[in-house]
């Protein structure tokens, strides 16, 4: 059988079914990066009450795994629930999604992105909205490859997640997703973020107007991302059939 041409595979991608999928991923990532940023701003008590510890790593860390569980699984029966380019990324490259596709979707997660942090930016007029930075210990290169590894163990559980072969579905596959983002947060915190999702960080630096090591964000989470899709479609489980994945 020959190919599909592109003109084909576009013509999937602006089908009601497919623009009811970016839809319900930009709702799921406006959601899911209103809380994260949210939670960040929320953990810098101090200027609201001072003298105030709120731990703030550990409740940003709970708010990436309460709302991406929450975005997931809202999402999973009409996108997929991918809320993150990396994962849309991986899925693409692994044949699981078509490019044009692919691209629609990373436009929804972008616009969704600034969405958010534009309404948080209007709701708190009076702190100013964070982004995403390195420590001053680490270099680029070791902060894309720190953002790489996290990514890499978020896209991994994606998979295993939306895998039929696995007892993860339903509302459990969601969870896990949520579980390992929250865990990779609490774990990079301090050093890179703990982004994972090239969305989250870009709609904050729009907002906020500052690009500085952006890119961090995007070449270390697309990697990883796609070396864990790979990894997961062609050595751990090699007889996945493309297009089941679930979430």
């Not at 003109?7 to 799921?28: C, G, H, M, W």
């Not at 969405?115 to 680490?138: D, H, K, N």
């Not at 870009?202 to 991302?225: D, E, H, M, T």
Request: net charge negative; with cysteine; proline share 6%.
């Amino acid at each position: 059988m020959a190919p599909t041409s592109l003109n084909d595979r576009f013509k999937q991608s602006v089908t009601p079914d497919a623009l009811r999928s970016y839809l319900a991923e930009f709702i799921s990532t406006i959601f899911y990066v209103f809380v994260v940023v949210g939670s960040a701003m929320a953990s810098d008590t101090e200027k609201l009450m001072p003298g105030a510890d709120p731990s703030s790593l550990v409740i940003v860390a709970i708010a990436n795994a309460f709302a991406l569980s929450s975005a997931v699984y809202i999402a999973a029966n009409v996108s997929s629930g991918h809320v993150n380019p990396a994962v849309t990324f991986s899925l693409a490259v692994g044949g699981h999604i078509n490019v044009p596709t692919a691209i629609f979707y990373w436009i929804s997660q972008m616009l969704a992105s600034v969405m958010a942090c534009l309404l948080l930016r209007v709701a708190i007029v009076g702190q100013s909205l964070p982004t995403y930075t390195i420590a001053a210990e680490m270099t680029g290169f070791g902060a894309s490859v720190f953002e790489g590894v996290l990514t890499f163990g978020l896209v991994y559980t994606v998979y295993a997640a939306g895998d039929p072969r696995c007892s993860l579905l339903g509302a459990t596959g969601p969870l896990a997703i949520g579980l390992m983002a929250g865990a990779n947060v609490l774990a990079a915190g301090p050093f890179s973020g703990g982004s994972m999702n090239p969305a989250c960080a870009f709609g904050s630096a729009v907002i906020a107007g500052r690009f500085k090591n952006q890119a961090v964000y995007w070449v270390g989470p697309l990697i990883g991302g796609t070396v864990a899709g790979l990894l997961y479609d062609n050595v751990v489980f090699p007889s996945q059939v493309p297009d089941s994945i679930g979430v």
